[in-house]
């Protein structure tokens, strides 16, 4: 006899939710992966700020500060039922495993959320940037410096760090729907989260805000930020990011519970 995984029974609805309204309504599943990347501007732009702010008073409080603030981003996304890209990886990916989805409706819906989410981060990332935390920055502020740091990455360090970020946010996905404690919730998101945030790793979707607020806070002045490495950090950020999410995360875990055995999540 098989047994059921209460793991997979609701990602399974989860992914019976995104194809519903993919297939009934494209322009309110567009509205909310744009709104994902609205919070995730938020998350963003009171971490930097509040980085900013903490360097001041002492050299290396800003990181925690930033990394603490930023896995706030998350917790909006999930109790605002956002659509973020780098979750549907896992998703998508264990409905094609599954057979659930077919393999074209879950990249018209992969790509369809990330095409809404960089719509989201470009113009939410503007705006934030005219706002008072981020005017008349000095040259050598976190945001810039952080900004920078990112973008003079090697290629094998962003594939991997990539990898690992998606590892954590789709872990803390998953131990979201694994709880019914509001509570342990947003606990558990912030803390996982923490991780990737405070060790720097690459997650796509964040930087597209994260990097239309340093070019429009900075004026384009930026030097380590051309359309070459932001477009090398972007791509190389994706294809680590399915990895972790997709396959690690995804495929891994629908592979783990599609046997006859009692050990099942």
């Given amino acids: 006899m098989k047994h059921i995984s209460g793991l997979m029974e609701n990602i399974d609805y989860s992914i019976d939710k995104k194809m519903d309204l993919f297939s009934k309504s494209k322009s309110r599943y ?67 495993y599954t057979k659930k989805t077919p393999l074209s409706t879950a990249l018209k819906i992969l790509f369809s959320c990330v095409l809404f989410n960089l719509i989201g981060g470009l113009v939410f990332g503007y705006l934030v940037s005219l706002t008072g935390p981020f005017q008349n920055l000095t040259p050598d502020n976190y945001l810039f410096t952080a900004i920078a740091g990112k973008l003079e990455k090697s290629t094998l360090q962003i594939f991997i760090e990539g990898i690992f970020a998606n590892i954590v946010v789709n872990t803390a996905v998953i131990a979201t729907l694994r709880m019914k404690d509001d509570g342990a919730k947003v606990a558990s998101t912030i803390f996982i989260i923490f991780i990737f945030a405070f060790l720097g790793f690459e997650h796509v979707i964040a930087n597209f805000p994260a990097f239309t607020l340093a070019y429009f806070a900075s004026h384009g002045t930026l030097a380590a930020m051309t359309t070459a490495s932001i477009l090398h950090n972007l791509c190389f950020a994706f294809l680590g990011n399915f990895v972790g999410g997709g396959l690690i995360i995804g495929l891994g875990y629908a592979w783990l519970n599609n046997k006859e055995t009692t050990y099942l999540d």
């Fill in 30 to 96: 567009f509205i909310r992966a744009i709104l994902a990347c609205l919070f995730l501007t938020l998350g963003t732009a009171v971490a930097f700020a509040i980085a900013m702010k903490g360097e001041d008073i002492t050299h290396g409080l800003g990181k925690m500060l930033y990394a603490f603030m930023f896995s706030w981003s998350l917790v909006m996304i999930v109790y605002m039922d956002a659509e973020l890209g780098t979750s549907n990886m896992m998703y998508m990916t264990i409905g094609v």
